[in-house]
C-alpha cells in the first residue's frame, strides 16, 4: 500500500502531515489522476499494481469507505509510536540532516551502505538528479525506508537515528582496526607466512625467522588470542599451525565491513 498511499498523499498536499486525519477525510472523496503514474522506481508488476489500486480507489465510494476505515485501524497501532517516537526523532534527524548540508555535504553521505539509493547507482542518480532541480523530500522513518518516483517528487525514506553520524562511522572504524590489528605487524604477518608453510614450535620460529624466542611467543600468544593459530601438543612438544577457515573469515569480514564503510 505504500506506494499509492505516498502517491494519493503527495496529490492532495497532505504529504508533509504531521497529523493523518486532515489526508483521511480527503481520501473519502475521489483523488483522480491524468492517467498511469508512471512510478520509475517500481518493477513493472508493482507499477501496473498501484496504478490499478489507485482507479479502483477513485471510481468507487464503497472501497474508498473501507479503506479509509482500513488506514485508521492500522493507525491506531502505530499512533503511540508515532507521537512518543517518530515525530521526536524525525524532527530531530531533519534538523541534524539539514545542518549537514548547509554545512555542505553531498546529500548522498546522508544514506548509510546499505541503502537502495546506495547500493542501486541508477537510484543514486535520480537522488542527485532530484536534489539539483529541488523535487527531492528525504523523510526519516523508523521503519524500513524506500525510495518512489512521483510526478514532480522523488520521495526517499531514511532511518532517524539518534547518533551522530560520525559518530557512528567511527564506531564501525574502530571496530574494523581492531579486526585487523593482529595482521597489523610485519612479524606477525611473516610468523603466519611460516607457519601456512610449515606448523613449526616457538623455538623453530625463532632460529627460522633469527629473531629471539620471547618475541616470537608474544607474537604467537597474540595470533592466537585472535583464534588465527591453533595448537597441538605432541609429548613436549607443542606445534602451532594456521587456522585457515579463521583467517579466510576474517578477512572475508574486514572486506565487507571496508566496502560498507567506503562505498559511494
Known amino acids: 500500500m505504500l506506494t499509492e498511499i505516498t502517491a494519493l498523499a503527495h496529490a492532495t498536499d497532505h504529504i508533509g502531515d504531521l497529523t493523518i486525519e486532515p489526508f483521511l477525510e480527503r481520501l473519502l472523496e475521489p483523488v483522480v489522476f491524468d492517467g498511469p ?7 513493472d508488476d508493482e507499477r501496473d499494481a498501484a496504478n490499478a489500486r489507485l ?3 477513485a471510481g468507487d465510494g464503497e472501497l474508498r469507505n473501507r479503506y479509509v476505515a482500513l488506514l485508521r ?3 491506531g497501532v502505530i499512533e503511540p509510536t508515532w507521537q512518543s517516537e517518530a515525530i521526536p526523532r ?3 534527524a531533519q534538523t541534524q540532516w539539514r545542518e549537514r548540508l548547509d554545512r555542505g555535504e553531498d546529500v548522498m ?3 548509510p551502505s546499505t541503502h537502495i539509493v546506495r547500493r542501486q547507482s541508477q537510484f543514486g542518480d535520480m537522488v542527485r538528479a ?10 526519516p522513518v523508523l521503519c524500513s525506508p524506500h525510495i518512489i518516483a512521483l510526478p514532480g517528487l522523488l520521495s526517499v ?3 532517524a537515528t539518534d547518533e551522530d553520524p560520525i559518530v557512528a562511522r567511527r ?4 571496530t574494523t582496526a581492531k579486526l585487523l590489528r593482529p595482521l597489523a605487524d610485519a612479524t606477525r604477518l611473516t610468523i603466519l607466512s611460516q607457519l601456512a608453510a610449515l606448523p613449526s614450535s616457538v623455538s623453530d620460529l625463532a632460529r627460522t625467522l633469527h629473531i629471539a624466542q620471547p618475541t616470537a611467543s608474544v607474537h604467537l600468544r597474540q595470533l592466537r588470542e585472535a583464534g588465527l593459530v591453533s595448537v597441538t601438543r605432541e609429548g613436549s612438544r607443542t606445534t602451532y599451525r594456521v587456522d585457515q577457515s579463521a583467517l579466510a573469515g576474517l578477512l572475508a569480514d574486514v572486506g565487507r565491513r571496508l566496502d560498507e564503510q567506503v562505498a559511494q
Open 37 to 43: 503514474l508512471p512510478f520509475e522506481t517500481e518493477t
Open 55 to 57: 482507479n479502483r480507489l
Open 73 to 75: 485501524v492500522a493507525w
Open 90 to 92: 524525525s524532527l530531530q
Open 109 to 111: 553521505s546522508l544514506f
Open 130 to 139: 532530484a536534489n539539483a532541480d529541488g523535487t527531492l523530500q528525504v523523510t
Open 157 to 159: 525514506s531514511l532511518r
Open 171 to 174: 564506531k564501525e572504524a574502530d
